[in-house]
């Protein structure tokens, strides 16, 4: 019954050679080149065409299949043109409409021929309807599989997809890649069954365990998934284990004065994590650690020893950070416990003024800067090292993957050899995700906080509530006691947020005549930046004004009270980094986020998020339930492979197997190892850390 109308849509007729390249690029937009990206393809869902359904069974929802005699047939013109015919079986009627008509459409559909119509069921007026179904003739043989429905993108039909995808099934080899052995040992499906299950399910199929992916067959997909992962991620490491970096084992007493010189003592967590460090040091083959510390833990002291065991050694040591203020911060710091024992350093920032930049310059490149602290500055083209063997990003989650590797590349070009690398972060990464994209790295942990520390007192307060706030400066201004003010992230202009800074400062100063107020912003010359940073660490400004560029790192233990204006504009991370400015002393610190009513339903929950917790791996985990972890870890930019059908949150027992197959598998199956990173990972591989 060619008759039929197949659509209600027209199909404008085009050169077959531009449509099959711009069927190409729809192709594209859903990452679909290979004939292995089309075979993990996988529906979003099914519709059953198994069956016919009687009419009166029809329920609003559901796809159905239909069979019956057309009973009415007509051309409406108001109150829109459109094409009306009621259908009619044994069991009762309903209305098929289409919306777009086009001509002798009407003539296809004459009353008392017999047809079958497939669509979604919709509520109408009375009773139900099916809008544009597809027609074709009654009593042909149904399907015996459930009909895939799969993710698309503008303009790309059901039909044209199926119909590829169905072609690189017939055409590739879908060969198990897992060997008996390990399919018995965590009782996994085989491939090819597997995956002609989740394109075209038999009928019978357990539909909620397909929509949940918790069906065998797609346990084994999402298996393979992790599987590929943690063989790239064990290649990498292997990689690292077998490239060179110079041992650093640390001679002299260097390290033995600096711990001597402490004001106080490391805690054990720090101890324990200097030592793993130390060791990793000693090494021939470079070391990548992650050292996860939560805000104030106390992780620039650990960075120290790091430093100093390398000098010792006689390697140059290279710190990088993510703003200006924290490298001067640092070098301060450091300086001050590592000057006195002879460690000779500079620091670099896109704002040294000339000769300044080049005695800076000089210094790192004969060397006699053995410790070198900066911006991104340290990784531009004319910045040479000396015998950089120790690389420390601070905030690494604020860097790229290229930027670490261009730090590292600077280390290689002075020593032949890679550096070894300790990157640094507040953020507290849960186990799972860790294992899935962390593998590669070791990883330290400071669980503590350094003793002493009282729980920071978080409030909210509406913003009419402000002047409550600056008598609480003011309170505790006079007891000795300094405070910051963060001014809010004006997302559209920096100029605009700026402004805004400037503005606070003017009113803040103005109200508060007897404070001594500070300003900070990004725009700031280097010199004013630096010296209002000076002048808050020795007490010399009450109030600090600022925009978010003290978000992270800057330690000021004195600073008691932290007042984020718009609190509720910031994401949790930035909140949490924010809060932990303060209650970095002994003395009883307090938060205060004042917010503007009415509040959205996100805002809320972050806000209460602070108000209920300071546990940064809390935060993290409730962070990672909004946003997702590709902000959360930066890992948008950092290269890795997002994972497109496991999810770390609730694959965890998939995940550890997954990684201890890869381990089993590297050893006894090289081949299949080989060949199921290849059919995975293909060209992505290349972007994996290495
Ligand atoms: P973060 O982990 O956020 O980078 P910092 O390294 O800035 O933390 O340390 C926070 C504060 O804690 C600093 O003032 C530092 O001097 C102090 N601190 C670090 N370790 C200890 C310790 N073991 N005992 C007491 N204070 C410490
Ligand atoms: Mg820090």
């Known amino acids: 019954m060619a008759s039929i109308p197949q659509s209600g849509r027209k199909v404008r007729s085009k050169k077959a050679g531009s449509a099959a390249s711009s069927l190409a690029l729809k192709f594209e937009r859903l990452g679909l080149r290979t004939a292995a990206d089309f075979i993990v393809h996988l529906p979003l869902r099914y519709e059953d065409e198994t069956r016919v359904t009687p009419i009166a069974q029809a329920s609003v929802g559901a796809h159905v299949v239909l069979e019956g005699e057309i009973i009415r047939s007509e051309m409406q013109l108001r109150p829109r043109r459109q094409l009306h015919v009621e259908l009619q079986d044994d069991s009762g009627k309903i209305d098929l409409r289409w919306l777009h008509v086009y001509p002798g459409q009407l003539g296809r559909v004459p009353v008392g021929r017999r047809i079958r119509a497939r669509g979604e069921v919709r509520s109408r007026f009375h009773g139900m309807e099916l809008i544009h179904p597809l027609l074709s003739e009654p009593g042909t043989e149904l399907p015996s599989t459930l009909t895939p429905v799969y993710p698309s993108t503008d303009g790309l039909s059901q039909a044209s997809l199926r119909k590829a995808i169905n072609e690189a099934l017939a055409q590739s080899d879908l060969s198990d ?41 797609w346990q084994r997909i999402k298996f393979d998934e992790l599987l590929a992962q943690q063989l790239s991620l064990a290649q990498a490491r292997a990689a690292r284990l077998a490239q060179r ?7 002299g007493n260097l390290v033995q004065a600096l711990r001597a ?23 021939n083959y470079p070391m990548l650690r992650l050292l996860q510390g939560d805000v104030g833990s106390g992780k620039t002291i650990v960075a120290a020893f790091a430093a100093a065991q390398a000098i010792s050694s006689g390697a140059q040591v290279a710190i990088m950070v993510p703003t200006e203020i924290l490298a001067g911060q640092h070098y301060q710091k450091l300086l001050a416990l590592l000057e006195p024992l002879g460690v000779q350093s500079a620091w670099l920032t896109g704002s040294l003024n000339t000769s300044e930049r080049r005695a800076a310059m000089a210094a790192i490149s004969e060397g006699s800067a053995q410790l070198v602290i900066g911006t ?103 007891s000795g006691r300094q405070a910051y003010w963060v001014c809010p992230l004006v997302e559209e202009s920096e100029t605009l947020q700026l ?23 990004g725009r700031l010359p280097a010199q004013e930046k630096a010296a209002t940073m000076q002048a808050f660490h020795a007490g010399d400004i009450d109030l600090l004004v600022s925009t978010t560029v003290i978000e992270v790192g800057v330690d000021v233990p004195n600073a008691t009270l932290m007042v984020i204006e718009h609190a509720e504009r910031f994401g949790l991370a930035q909140l949490h980094q924010l809060r932990g400015r303060v209650g970095r002393g002994t003395h009883e610190s307090a938060c205060v986020l004042l917010y503007q009513p009415p509040l959205s339903g996100i805002a809320r929950d972050r806000l209460r998020a602070m108000y209920e917790t300071q546990d940064g791996f809390e935060i993290a985990r409730r962070d990672l339930l909004q946003r997702g972890p590709g902000e959360l870890l930066g890992l948008r930019q950092s290269g890795q492979v997002p994972l497109r059908f496991a ?3 609730s694959d965890e027992l998939l995940i550890t197997q997954a990684k201890a197959a890869a381990q089993r598998l590297s050893i006894e199956f090289p081949e299949h190892a080989r060949a199921h990173r290849q059919r995975w990972m293909q060209e992505r591989a290349e972007y994996l850390r290495g």
């Open 177 to 217: 890649t897992l060997p008996e052995a390990i399919r018995a040992e965590y009782q996994l499906a085989p491939l090819e069954p597997a995956i002609r299950t989740l394109h075209h399910p038999p009928a019978d199929v357990s539909l909620s365990q397909l929509n949940t992916h918790t069906h065998p067959a």
């Open 245 to 251: 970096a110079h041992p650093l084992p640390g001679q």
């Open 261 to 283: 010189s402490l004001p106080f003592t490391l805690t054990p967590a720090q101890q324990h994590v200097i030592a793993q460090i130390s060791a990793d040091l000693g090494h």
């Open 376 to 478: 991104q500055a340290l990784i531009q083209e004319k910045t040479q090292f000396h015998r950089l063997g120790l690389v420390i990003l601070d905030e690494q989650h604020r860097f790229g993957v290229g930027q670490r590797l261009a730090l590292n590349r600077k280390g290689e070009l002075t020593t032949d050899v890679l550096p070894h690398q300790l990157s640094m972060s507040a953020t507290p990464i849960p186990r799972t995700l860790a294992m899935t994209f962390f593998a590669d790295m070791d990883v330290s942990i400071i669980d503590s906080l350094p003793p002493g520390r009282l729980p920071i007192l978080t409030k909210l307060f509406a913003d009419i509530r402000r002047d409550e706030v600056l008598a609480q400066i003011s309170i505790q201004v006079r």
């Open 499 to 521: 402004q805004t800074a400037v503005d606070t400062y003017e009113r803040l100063s103005a109200l508060l005549a007897d404070l001594r107020v500070g300003l900070m912003h």
């Open 647 to 649: 999810q770390w949150e």
